[in-house]
């Protein structure tokens, strides 16, 4: 399928067609750029030929409408679709989405959150329907990837209705993140669901986000596109405080600041160039600002690394991407060093010239080294080809009710835990038969303890499972006393140990987890209701007494499973659902977990 991608600036309008398939093909790669004096400069490639000068086009809205033209210069006719990178979705748009009547303005509608970026992407939009009427315009978010981060890292501590008028941390960059982070495992041979990723972008904008087995746990920029990282002209990080001062002591209004964080911060704001390439030249030449700002630049970015390695519980990866992820060697050896303790090492000669051709993810650690550090060139546009072609091929599920189960807190045994807990060679009792076949609740219970308290009489079911898993709700982990993450069944690489107590004795063990919610789904269903194994869905409750959206719901495929949502306690009183609920698929929902 040939697709056109829209990437509009507020400064800059960049392009590209893709034939996405098995092996997706950059056909032809565009840009508008400098937009002043009724003109502006360009630049296209096609295979190996470049063009590059300059067009008689004054501003943004100009150069859209330039490139049908430029299109049919080329021979790039037959687009069969348009996919439009969109900076802010808020908490609503999770995944690609068709860009109409519906969906236009709920995007108009989150301008105040992104008054720079939105904008320019909804220009696009405006231009593109314009142009092409009867083509498909599908819309990415580059916050949608970030959509699975926790109340934790998205909550500012701040007045309540200051967080009900929507402020909250976003995080952006997310097409780049999940791209990079899949190629990354692509690179490692392993699944992403297995690693602990921390992706760093580095480019005009720059963002750090930690993936966590294949999900966005946190990142550096918040409800905007300021906070986080020393950027090429916005500041990153900075005490709220700085506000009050800076109207006092300089009489500045909230305009002026918020101007000057965006456009005369960051590098341009330390060094008066927004370059790397000027401020690392000018560092070497022996200009001091210039290398107190690479100091502090690549400080920042470390300490991140240092904290996302933290809220993982550690890291398997690291991945440089953006124009100075990719091309400084100097700064990303700046940003590792020191990382050692953490088991972090680059090797000087992969690290000093890695070749990033044809999407190339060369690893520069040391051997021997624990962490892998990856480069490898982000593709936002390519990624968004893929989403939209995913997001047109999927099949128009059918409306049907998904039966909801509610998990009360359960353990899952290994032969080892049954010996600890019962005594040697003792065999658990068969009780209730569950829904999914050959699952059953034993008759015996156990007694979890934590350092805040103990929960009695918790159920165990079979069959033994070879590592053991025990599942709590968010409420039961405050009454244990112990922060168990949110993971899917399985994933319990760096859960916390909790006591669990038997007749026979008692067992320290990992494996705590407040299960995420998830779909059971056999093959003939899933294909009815449209969904896929491994993707998230959100599905609705609608009983008329506490109705909401369960976002990201993982889909689970197996033969012969009986078809049904898991949920927990509290999730399922905060939907004030009892037994014998059901749900609905929110139409459209469902988002791809890996990048293609
Ligand atoms: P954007 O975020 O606008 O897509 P890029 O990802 O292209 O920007 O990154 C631009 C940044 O990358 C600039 O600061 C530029 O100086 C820097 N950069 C590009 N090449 C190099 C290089 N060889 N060494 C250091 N920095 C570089």
Request: glycine fraction near 12%.
């Amino acid at each position: 399928m040939r697709i056109l991608v829209f990437n509009a600036g507020s400064s800059s309008l960049k392009f590209g067609v893709f034939e996405t398939g098995a092996d997706t093909q950059h056909l032809f790669k565009g840009s508008f750029e400098r937009f002043r004096d009724g003109g502006c400069a360009f630049r296209f490639t096609q295979g190996t030929d470049t063009e590059e000068g300059t067009a008689p086009h004054g501003d943004l809205t100009a150069a859209i409408a330039a490139v049908p033209g430029v299109l049919t210069a080329h021979g790039l006719n037959d687009i069969a679709a348009v996919g439009h990178r969109i900076a802010h979705g808020g908490p609503d748009f999770a995944a690609p989405t068709r860009l109409d009547g519906d969906s236009l303005p709920r995007i108009e509608a989150l301008t105040p959150l992104a008054p720079l970026h939105n904008p320019a992407n909804l220009e696009a939009v405006r231009v593109a329907i314009e142009t092409w009427p009867d083509l498909p315009q599908v819309g990415v978010f580059d916050t949608s990837f970030h959509l699975t981060n926790p109340a934790r890292a998205t909550t500012y501590a701040v007045p309540e209705v200051w967080r009900q008028a929507g402020l909250r941390r976003y995080g952006f960059h997310g097409t780049s993140h999940k791209y990079v982070a899949h190629r990354a495992a692509e690179e490692l041979g392993q699944p992403i669901t297995a690693l602990r990723i921390i992706s760093v972008h580095l480019g005009n904008g720059a963002s750090v986000c930690a993936v966590n087995l294949g999900r966005s746990l946190d990142s550096s920029m918040g409800l905007t596109p300021l906070e986080g990282l020393v950027m090429g002209t916005r500041s990153g990080d900075l005490d709220p405080g700085a506000y009050g001062f800076l109207s006092r002591q300089l009489g500045l209004s909230m305009a002026d600041i918020e101007a000057a964080l965006y456009s005369d911060s960051g590098l341009k704001g330390l060094t008066g160039s927004s370059d790397m390439r000027d401020v690392e030249d000018r560092a070497a030449a022996g200009d001091a600002a210039a290398q107190q700002a690479i100091n502090l630049y690549a400080y920042r970015a470390r300490k991140y690394i240092g904290a996302y390695a933290a809220a993982m519980g550690g890291v398997d990866a690291v991945v440089f991407t953006g124009g100075i992820g990719e091309n400084s060697p100097s700064m990303r050896r700046r940003i590792c060093d020191g990382l050692e303790f953490m088991g972090l090492r680059l090797d000087h000669d992969r690290n000093a010239a890695p070749d990033l051709s044809d999407r190339a993810a060369p690893q520069i650690q040391s051997y021997g080294a624990r962490v892998a550090v990856i480069v490898t060139e982000t593709a936002e546009q390519l990624q968004i080809a893929r989403e939209v072609a995913a997001h047109l091929a999927r099949p128009k599920p059918e409306a049907r009710p998904i039966p909801v189960a509610v998990s009360g807190r359960h353990v899952h045994l290994s032969a080892k835990a049954v010996e600890a807990l019962f005594g040697k060679g003792y065999r658990l009792t068969e009780g209730k038969p569950l829904r999914q076949p050959g699952n059953w609740a034993a008759e015996e219970r156990v007694t979890l303890e934590g350092p805040k308290g103990r929960l009695e009489r918790v159920a165990i079911l079979g069959p033994l499972r070879k590592r053991t898993q025990i599942e709590v709700s968010r409420t039961d982990s405050f009454a244990l006393g112990i922060d168990a993450p949110v993971r899917d069944s399985g994933s319990l690489d760096g859960t916390p140990t909790v006591r669990l107590i038997g007749p026979a004795g008692h067992l320290d063990t990992d494996g705590l987890i407040v299960a995420a919610r998830h779909i059971h789904a056999n093959p003939e269903d899933a294909a009815a209701l449209g969904v896929e194994d491994g993707e998230l869905v959100d599905v609705r409750i609608s009983n008329g007494v506490r109705d909401l959206v369960f976002d990201r719901t993982l889909i689970r495929v197996q033969p012969g499973a009986f078809t049904e949502m898991h949920i927990d306690t509290d999730e399922a009183n905060a939907a004030g659902l009892g037994a014998g609920g059901a749900g609905d698929l929110v139409p459209q929902s469902a988002t791809l977990r890996t990048a293609d």
